[in-house]
């Protein structure tokens, strides 16, 4: 059974940084894409970053840019998600994604870690 296990959430002040990680199991990831998500309290659920595994491509959402990285581990599965310089508007539940390269929505969800940044 595939899964998706998210780790390295917490509580930081702001200005302050946060390594998140999302290990996944029982999938070949070399036609995959894979993303960080979160939703805020009353807030929808909204696109953070994303690499495609095969050539490292990534984008960002442009409230994260030049804070946030998203980077790979191809030897153990894992995508990872740098955050640096977090503000108290950071604050969400995170979820890592995957999908397939030839599709647009994304099929496996992780059960998501609380991020949350003190003023």
């Known amino acids: 059974q595939v899964q998706l296990v998210e780790s390295g959430g917490g509580l930081v002040q702001a200005g302050g940084s946060l390594r998140l990680s999302c290990a996944v199991s029982?999938?070949?990831?070399?036609?995959?894409?894979m993303a960080w998500f979160r939703q805020a309290p009353g807030k929808e659920r909204e696109f953070v970053a994303e690499?495609?595994?095969?050539?490292?491509?990534?984008r960002y959402a442009d409230s994260v840019k030049g804070r946030f990285a998203i980077f790979r581990d191809n030897a153990k599965n894992t995508v990872y998600l740098q955050m640096n310089g977090l503000k108290p508007e950071d604050t969400a539940v995170y979820y890592c994604?995957?999908?397939?390269?030839?599709?647009?929505?994304?099929?496996?969800w992780g059960q998501g870690t609380q991020v949350t940044v003190s003023s």
């Open positions: 029982a999938r070949s990831l070399a036609t995959s894409v």
């Open positions: 994604a995957v999908r397939n390269i030839f599709k647009m929505e994304y099929d496996l």
């Open positions: 690499i495609t595994w095969s050539t490292g491509s990534l």
